[in-house]
């Protein structure tokens, strides 16, 4: 097969006299062989300059669960674009979504909208530090909240820099990036995740200056790994019980495994939800919901919330109409059917060439890696894959015509089709044999 970069070599070269680093994003960087320049996209196809195409399944890195150019929320852009994009004052939009918010997410009383996933976690952590009067955070071993120095830590991703650095018996909790403060992250703690022993003494011993537990409801960021059974209701327990805010960082869970993201899939009740990624569809828009005993920090201006875009026309209208076509009838059901199906053919293709790898999943997200382990079920069992090998299969499979993230964390959209996951089946079987 002919498998030609020559246009986005020659773009990325343009692009590194001009723009720092030459990407936009640093995670950008890693696709091998050069990082790819889009010309188009719509559905679940994406074009490079170089006239290349392929099925999507890195989805702008998660947001666009509706595929690409969804109509329904090009529509509302564009309308909203026609009005004015951003005013600096309130406008019915803002109303509309969030009472939309509450009515879909069970712990939400109240909302906060923000413009990116970094920004709503940087809320969270100061309204629940204002409602204790307690400055300690503690966070989870590859669990991702976003870069802001006070919770960006060491990450194991074979497309961030500071992969090599994550370690979970290491003294000190290490940056997760050059140029970050080193006080800045003095007050968190860093423990293994689904380990309730170790929290539970943790909580006991510290209570006294733990203002939050932030974790993802699922580590999809390190293997796709599920809580244990009663884990997550076992920190909702202890939070309750020592007067500890818990935070889930529902980033990527959101509108994605349920409509009212994962606290709905598994019942939990927590203080506060981010939310971003899916809830605009490729448009910048995020929130912090939750209590209205918490949020109340916000209402009395002891935490102020800024952001010159907050809440902007175009972002709420996106927002509005993407949670539309979700609320509809078998949207959710038809995205387990398709990342099962994908999941399963995965597994198959794995089995038939003998070759050693996992692919865990929750709903229409999953991570595919190369392993020795039999089941991937913690933190230190994800850090023994090899990295390097699943970057060559990435590389394989945008020769074949797919386009996946680096890290081998997969996104399903609600507009794949049995078409398109038969055919990527067949890629993934080709690039499989080639390795």
């Given at each position: 097969m002919s498998y030609i970069t020559k246009q986005?070599?020659?773009?990325?070269?343009?692009?590194?006299?001009?723009?720092?680093?030459?990407?936009?994003s640093s995670l950008r960087a890693a696709m091998k062989?050069?990082?790819?320049?889009?010309?188009?996209?719509?559905?679940?196809?994406?074009?490079?300059?170089?006239?290349?195409?392929?099925?999507?399944?890195?989805?702008?890195?998660?947001?666009?669960?509706?595929?690409?150019?969804?109509?329904?929320?090009?529509?509302?852009?564009?309308?909203?674009?026609?009005?004015?994009?951003?005013?600096?004052?309130?406008?019915?939009?803002e109303i509309a979504l969030a009472r939309k918010l509450t009515e879909i997410l069970p712990c939400a009383e109240k909302v906060a909208l923000s413009g990116s996933g970094t920004e709503a976690v940087m809320l969270a952590l100061r309204v629940a530090r204002a409602h204790t009067g307690k400055r300690k955070i503690v966070r989870f071993h590859g669990h991702y909240h976003g870069w802001s120095d006070a919770i960006f830590t060491s990450f194991p991703s074979s497309d961030m820099r500071q992969a090599a650095a994550a370690d979970q018996t290491a003294d000190k909790i290490l940056p997760g990036t050059g140029g970050q403060s080193e006080l800045s992250l003095e007050d968190i703690i860093l423990l293994p995740w689904n380990d309730a022993e170790v929290l539970e003494k943790v909580l006991r011993e510290q209570a006294h200056e733990i203002a939050a537990v932030i974790s993802e409801p699922v580590m999809c960021n390190s293997g796709c790994l599920k809580p244990k059974q009663g884990y997550l209701e076992r920190i909702r327990e202890l939070t309750k019980e020592l007067g500890i805010v818990m935070i889930l960082d529902e980033v990527i869970t959101g509108f994605r495994v349920h409509l009212g993201g994962a606290h709905a899939r598994f019942g939990i009740m927590p203080d506060l939800v981010t939310i971003g990624k899916a809830l605009g569809c490729g448009i910048g828009v995020s929130a912090l919901v939750g209590s209205k005993d918490l949020m109340a920090h916000i209402d009395n201006g002891t935490v102020s919330h800024l952001g010159t875009l907050n809440g902007n026309c175009v972002a709420t209208a996106a927002a509005l109409a993407t949670l539309e076509e979700l609320s509809k009838e078998g949207v959710h059901e038809r995205l387990e059917q398709m990342g099962d199906m994908l999941v399963g053919g995965i597994r198959k293709l794995l089995a038939e060439r003998g070759i050693a790898g996992i692919v865990n999943n929750v709903g229409p997200v999953f991570h595919m890696m190369f392993t020795q382990e039999p089941k991937v079920e913690d933190f230190a069992s994800f850090n023994k894959r090899s990295a390097g090998d699943y970057v060559r299969f990435a590389e394989l499979m945008l020769e074949e015509g797919v386009l996946i993230r680096p890290n081998g964390l997969w996104y399903v959209s609600t507009v794949h089709t049995e078409a398109d996951i038969e055919a990527t089946l067949a890629a993934v079987d080709r690039a499989l044999a080639r390795m």
């Open positions: 986005s070599a020659a773009k990325f070269a343009e692009s590194q006299t001009v723009l720092a680093g030459g990407v936009a062989p050069v990082p790819l320049f889009a010309e188009s996209a719509s559905g679940v196809r994406i074009r490079d300059v170089d006239g290349n195409e392929y099925i999507d399944y890195l989805l702008a890195y998660g947001p666009l669960l509706l595929g690409h150019a969804n109509p329904a929320v090009t529509d509302a852009v564009h309308q909203a674009m026609q009005q004015g994009a951003t005013y600096g004052l309130q406008h019915e939009g």
